[in-house]
């Protein structure tokens, strides 16, 4: 929901970083400042504010109104990186509320929220740098949850494309492509997503051998979700096969947590809290 504003929120601040004078006087800035400023009061605020309530704004706008009257005038630059911090941070807490709010309406209201605080750390980090990502990860919790459902296919594929979007983000195809000795793997023209998982881990001063487990684990993913996305309905009955499906999606779950609280160097966090119950 506020995944936008937090990448605008991102880009402002390293132009607040990227200039040396003491007072911001520049007209593209102040711009920058005030289109901020109306994206939220405009487009976000209202969707925040039927999630979260009315309440829970009230002291987040007075920081965007802050941010307004800075732009207004010949104000010194670091007001405008103290406000734009404190932004930064309520908005982020205002995501993971969201978030939570989200998925107790999505499941009909039937109790509190199916989150774990693992959970909801992981949806806010990937919320703040790919809500696409997000999206289908937070989909395939909310299919977890439902007693309902007739087939977990749809869940399966959500949690590899959460996967791919951020091993995409992390470890673009051309960075990849750019290393000394790349080599695509088999019948295959890109990176996938065992090299793109190398690169990353590689590149922040993992040894080889350590990310290999990282990579094993993104194999795995890949034939159990292949394996769900195949499957015939072949069992004694649909309930049995349900049942089954089930469990192989949840086993799913749990590596792609391990690999996403790797991949985003979550802190403080245990991976295996975020698996369902």
């Known amino acids: 929901m506020v995944g936008e504003l937090l990448n605008a929120l ?147 594929s959500e949690l590899r494309e959460a996967l791919r979007e951020t091993l995409d983000h992390l470890a673009p195809d051309s960075e990849v492509a750019k290393q000394p000795g790349f080599k695509p793997d088999a019948d295959q023209s890109r990176p996938s997503m065992k090299q793109k998982v190398r690169f990353v881990l590689v590149s922040r001063g993992r040894s080889k051998t350590q990310a290999a487990i990282t990579e094993r684990s993104v194999s795995v993913v890949e034939n159990l979700v292949g394996e769900v996305v195949r499957a015939a309905y072949d069992r004694a009955s649909l309930a049995t096969h349900l049942e089954t499906t089930r469990a192989e999606v949840v086993r799913i779950k749990r590596y792609v947590d391990t690999i996403l609280f790797d991949l985003l160097e979550i802190p403080d966090t245990l991976p295996a809290a975020a698996a369902p119950r």
């Open 10 to 156: 991102g880009a402002f601040q390293s132009r607040l970083r990227g200039r040396t004078t003491v007072n911001v006087n520049d007209r593209e800035t102040k711009e920058a400042a005030l289109a901020l400023a109306s994206s939220y009061f405009n487009t976000h605020r209202p969707r925040l504010a039927v999630v979260v309530g009315e309440p829970t704004l009230r002291g987040h706008d007075e920081r965007w109104q802050e941010l307004v009257r800075l732009a207004h005038g010949n104000n010194q630059r670091k007001s405008y990186q103290r406000t734009v911090r404190i932004l930064f941070a309520e908005l982020k807490g205002a995501s993971v509320h969201a978030l939570a709010r989200a998925a107790e309406r999505s499941d009909a209201g039937r109790g509190p929220s199916d989150l774990t605080p693992a959970e909801l750390r992981l949806l806010d980090t990937l919320q703040a740098i790919l809500p696409t990502a997000a999206a289908s990860y937070r989909q395939a919790i909310l299919d977890l949850c439902r007693q309902e459902r007739l087939s977990y296919r749809g869940t399966a």
